[in-house]
């Protein structure tokens, strides 16, 4: 059999068994298997009556393939033709012979014919072959065989199939399957081959990619060809072990198979195909072991590549941010922080620094591998050392540097509160104290004892401070410590006065005996001398004069001293002063630093977070798209803090008394508070419902803080109240300084916005009120009150229950109206439990009159309109609010007023022309006087008719009856209704011009008795009739007197000319003050002008 090589480099395509399956099934020539004594090898032709009848084309196919399936050895020997025509005619025989003989493909080595068994044929086969033996000349001999045993002769019965005699095996179905397998297997193993080195051929041209994306594409597509070409290789490999069992299956049926030498033939092909498929394979796997492992580092250095770039990227914005830390710091604080941005600075580089070196490392492992690319990654590596090493050294360098200005700054700080301590010291020594010699020693070993001290608190040699902090010392810090060595040796020098004048003190109180002594004969027996002795005396030795001048000279010496004290005790003072706002401005400095770091840690730790994809699925879906309800505008308030507040703090650390005017210059800016504390609410409500969630917990783990985000939220609020204690604190100290002024006007401002903040968390709270609170103009005061009503019309017994019930009431006065609100706690914690408002009613401030005081109860005025038809008895729960709101709605009324002039000053101007004002008027406002109706209607409608009694003036009430009257709009009385009365009526005017003349000075308070009808009377002045008791209680200004009508419960201001003649000659019932009028229930003292009258007359309220 020809090898497996032979088979598959054919030039030409061989003949297979499946190309003339059909030819060979006709069994008209067959290749049994046999073999001669030499090994040649037999082909027989059995009988095939129509063997004349197959075409050339076919029996030339059949015997180039039988010739073709022996081995070119045994071919090479030659074939021997059995041809059995036992069966037929000699015609045939010789036709056939003929036919074989031409056409046979290979060498011939004998012809076996067993001629025709009938007698006639076979006699004449023997005659015809003689005559024609020139016929059958052929290179090999023809030999005619009569009978199958002398075939035997020439072929051994071994190598016969049974139709011949023999015993050999022979299946020409079964032949035909074996040969079309193994041609068929032959064929797949070629195949087989062919595709995988044109696979091979493939891989071995592809390009390496320079990316991970293709690398990793390229290594999937051809893992996935690898898995098919290998799928192929088994199956074919399945196929040959298939076959071959198909072979030895005979000879596994039956030991005493005899095996010929065509199936041992086929046995080997197969097995010979099987060896080469294992070879194929085991070739392949190598390759592709190889060019896998290629990809695959191809693969890991991409990977490298990639991550070195972004590493690099990191690295180089890491160097570049550590170049911009430059600062060594203005402060011991201001070094802590920049310590702490430091340390913040090098953990989040850590992550870029830790994966430089796992890269690195990574690197390393490839090149110990025996990457391809040894020359590539080695480098790298390398640089990311370099890069990591360089980061280090850097941030080192920058702590030590870091690390020796804080050293500085402490060594600074502890000198700076050395020098703090002195003075305060210095100035807490009560001179009197240290005129005696106790406490002159005494205090001298105070300041010998605290200058002790000063080896370990003070700087030695500024020239060795030079030297060790040469590397930080900048210009700025430069003159910051020859500041404090000044400051040290200023402070050094006070107390060296102050030792040297604490010496004198102490020295002089032990003065030594005098060596020479005057006479004292005289001195002593007389405590007066007379003028002799004195004269005397003055004879005596130069000594005794100098004893004598000694205590004079002391005493001025120490008046001298003591003045020096003073004034060295006043310069103490204000460096003492200094020292505390210096403490109170670094509290405010340290505060506002860490307030701004504890507002960006929310916001980078917390809101940030919420918009982070890798922490959404902590978020629980009661927080989605709730950041703004959450935080409100807390990163607006960082950065005003952050960008310009803390700025301009840090600006005035040399000058904190003039802190006042960054306060003043950015109160607008301060108004976020108001949105913060407006949204508390909200916020507090969304924690409480989510402060369990995840989200809050592992946020809270990151940031290692011990409080929950609720106590970080409250920060602002906590803030913005801490102002005013500190600007307290600071105005303290800063009494007699340039920005007092600024400081308590920041102050006040300050002050106001708490104060508008509180209001506006208050307003919030109100339901039901159906319009604009924004269109009532700016909130002034709020707070809870005690309400009585008074409304005349009302049904009696609502007007005497009102008496004795009051109603609480919360009340906001705004700039156009007062609100009455009921209050309703509501249930809950924290803001939660904040109160809300249910709105009841509303008085127009343009129809408002108040009386500041009612008697019986300091707390206690008045609001009321209608002509007093309703009123509204106020208790606030002190004197004090009282007062508040009683000043507040003052300025409110006298703003009005002051508008309704400036207004009707106006329309005199553009009108060009002026009218006379509204002449007096005295006439009883009866409801008869048609003349009096007449002028109120003529006053309703005439634009001028408001500065008429404007311009006019009453004097002030008496003390305890001041009163404020506005016109009035008409509002319901019930408690339970509120709204706007349609009714708008001018009231409570009058055209009283101011009176020149005097009353009658018989005049004095007291009660009397009304002679004559009053028919002057006008609408601001008090009308009275004949038979009614009436009191004086006051004269004021401008020849007025105040009365009260006890008849009709009345009271106002009436000219004193008027009151003379209206009174007669009544005497005085009885001489009673205000105050001693009995009265059953609050009878307040009111005016009942339209605006406040000491203010219209320029007086002080």
């Not at 040969?179 to 995988?196: C, D, G, N, P, Y």
């Not at 702590?399 to 050293?407: A, F, G, T």
């Not at 002790?452 to 700025?476: P, R, V, W």
């Not at 020849?1039 to 201001?1053: A, C, H, I, M, P």
Request: glycine content about 6%.
């Amino acid at each position: 059999v020809r090898s497996t090589d032979e088979i598959m480099h054919q030039d030409l395509v061989p003949l297979c068994a499946a190309d003339i399956q059909e030819q060979l099934k006709k069994r008209f020539a067959y290749l049994s298997g046999g073999r001669g004594q030499d090994g040649s090898p037999v082909i027989t032709f059995p009988d095939y009556p129509s063997f004349s009848e197959i075409p050339d084309k076919e029996f030339q196919n059949v015997m180039t393939y039988l010739t073709s399936i022996p081995s070119l050895q045994d071919a090479g020997i030659g074939f021997i033709l059995v041809i059995d025509r036992r069966q037929d005619k000699w015609t045939s025989v010789k036709a056939s012979v003929l036919r074989i003989a031409a056409s046979f493909p290979a060498n011939l080595q004998l012809v076996l014919v067993l001629r025709p068994t009938g007698f006639f044929q076979r006699t004449l086969s023997d005659i015809a072959f003689k005559f024609n033996r020139d016929d059958f000349k052929m290179k090999v001999p023809v030999i005619m065989l009569s009978s199958v045993p002398e075939l035997h002769g020439y072929i051994d019965k071994s190598q016969l199939t049974e139709d011949l005699g023999g015993t050999l095996d022979y299946c020409h179905s079964r032949w035909l399957c074996h040969r079309t397998a193994i041609e068929s297997f032959a064929l797949m193993v070629k195949q087989t081959a062919q595709m995988l080195q044109a696979f091979g051929t493939e891989l071995a041209e592809t390009e390496l990619p320079n990316d991970v994306q293709s690398t990793s594409s390229v290594l999937s597509a051809h893992t996935e060809k690898k898995d098919k070409a290998k799928e192929d290789l088994q199956l074919a490999l399945k196929e040959g072990s298939s076959i071959l069992e198909s072979l030895r299956e005979p000879l596994a049926e039956s030991v005493a198979h005899s095996v010929n030498q065509d199936e041992l033939d086929n046995q080997a092909t197969v097995q010979r195909l099987l060896a080469q498929l294992n070879e194929t394979e085991a070739a392949f796997d190598e390759f592709w072991a190889k060019h896998q492992q290629k990809l695959e580092q191809c693969l890991q250095l991409r990977h490298f590549e990639q991550g070195f770039r972004e590493v690099k990227t990191s690295l180089d914005t890491v160097s570049q941010k550590i170049a911009t830390f430059t600062d060594v710091g203005n402060s011991l604080a201001h070094v802590q922080h920049l310590l702490k941005d430091l340390t913040s600075f090098e953990e989040k580089s850590s992550v870029a620094v830790d994966r430089a070196r796992a890269l690195s490392l990574e690197g390393q492992k490839l090149i110990e591998n025996k990457h391809y690319a040894v020359d590539s990654i080695h480098p790298k590596c390398e640089e990311l050392q370099h890069l990591c090493d360089h980061f280090t050294t850097e941030t080192c360098r920058r702590r030590e540097l870091l690390n020796k200005s804080l050293e500085l700054h402490s060594l600074l700080e502890t000198s700076m509160k050395w020098c703090d301590e002195g003075i305060f010291l210095l100035a807490s020594q009560p001179v009197d104290k240290c005129q005696s010699q106790d406490g002159a020693e005494a205090a001298l070993q105070e300041i010998e004892k605290f200058l002790e001290t000063g080896a370990e608190n003070k700087i030695q040699e500024l020239s060795n401070i030079y030297k060790e902090y040469d590397c930080i010392l900048n210009e700025d810090l430069l003159e910051h410590v020859q500041k404090v060595f000044q400051k040290q040796e200023s402070m050094q020098e006070m107390f060296h006065r102050r030792q040297a004048s604490l010496k004198k003190l102490a020295a002089k109180q032990t003065r030594p005996v005098q060596p020479v002594a005057p006479r004292p004969e005289a001195l002593t027996k007389s405590p007066c001398p007379s003028p002799g002795a004195w004269r005397g005396s003055e004879n005596s030795s130069s000594e005794g004069n100098v004893l004598r001048r000694g205590p004079y000279r002391r005493a001025k010496s120490e008046m001298s001293e003591t003045r020096q004290g003073r004034t060295s005790s006043t310069g103490d003072e204000e460096e003492s002063l200094a020292i505390l706002r210096r403490h109170v401005m670094n509290e405010l400095l340290d505060t506002e630093r860490a307030y701004v770091d504890e507002l960006l840690c929310v916001l980078e730790g917390y809101a940030a977070e919420m918009d982070n994809p890798l922490m959404a699925h902590l978020i629980s879906t009661g927080l989605h798209n709730k950041k703004d309800i959450l935080f409100g505008n807390m990163e607006e308030i960082y950065h005003f803090h952050n960008r310009i507040f803390l700025r301009e703090l840090e600006s005035c650390i040399d000058c904190p008394e003039l802190v006042g005017r960054c306060f003043l210059e950015r109160m607008e800016e301060f108004q976020i508070y108001e949105k913060y504390c407006q949204n508390k609410p909200r916020s507090e409500s969304l924690w409480r419902q989510c402060s369990d969630c995840p989200f809050f917990q592992e946020c809270q783990k990151k940031l290692d803080h011990k409080l929950s985000l609720d106590s970080y939220l409250l920060k602002p609020v906590q803030r913005i109240t801490k102002y005013q204690l500190l600007l307290k604190e600071m105005l303290k100290y800063s009494k007699n300084c340039e920005g007092a002024e600024d400081l308590q006007e920041a102050l006040s401002s300050i002050l106001g916005i708490l104060k508008a903040v509180n209001d506006s968390m208050h307003l919030i709270a109100i339901t039901g009120y159906d319009g604009n609170l924004g269109d009532l103009g700016k909130l002034l005061m709020q707070g809870s009150f005690s309400v009585w009503t008074d409304h005349k019309k009302g049904h009696t017994k609502v007007k005497e229950l009102a008496r004795f019930k009051p109603m609480q009431r919360h009340l906001f006065l705004h700039e156009k109206a007062v609100l009455f609100c009921k209050k309703r706690e509501e249930n809950g914690e924290g803001y939660e439990k904040a109160p809300s408002y249910s709105y009841k009613q509303s008085l127009n401030m343009t129809a408002v009159g108040i009386t500041e005081n009612v008697k019986g109860d300091a707390k206690k005025f008045e609001i009321w309109y209608n002509a007093r038809e309703e009123v509204y008895i106020i208790q606030a729960p002190t004197p004090e609010i009282k007062a508040a709101w009683v000043s507040e709605i003052r300025k409110v009324l006298t703003s009005q007023l002051q508008a309704c002039r400036e207004a009707s000053q106006h329309r005199v101007l553009e009108q060009s022309h002026s009218l006379p004002l509204p002449t007096p008027s005295t006439t009883s406002p009866s409801k008869g006087s048609t003349r009096n109706a007449k002028k109120l209607e003529e006053r309703k409608t005439d634009p001028l008719s408001l500065e008429g009694y404007v311009g006019s003036s009453l004097p002030k009430a008496p003390e305890k009856g001041k009163g404020w009257s506005k016109t009035s709009h008409s509002l319901e009385a019930p408690e339970e209704d509120g709204g706007w009365s349609s009714a708008e009526e001018l009231i409570n005017s009058s055209d009283a011009e101011e009176e020149s003349g005097v009353g009658p000075k018989k005049l004095v308070p007291g009660k009397f008795t009304v002679m004559v009808d009053d028919e002057k009377g006008g609408l601001d002045t008090l009308a009275m009739k004949s038979g009614d008791v009436v009191e004086v209680v006051e004269e004021g200004a401008e020849g007025l007197w105040y009365v009260r009508d006890l008849t009709s419960s009345k009271e106002g201001w009436v000219p004193a000319s008027s009151l003379s003649t209206l009174l007669g000659k009544s005497s005085s019932a009885q001489c009673l003050s205000s105050s001693g009028v009995q009265r059953k229930e609050p009878e307040p003292k009111r005016v009942s002008t339209g605006f406040p009258q000491s203010q219209a007359r320029g007086q002080p309220c």
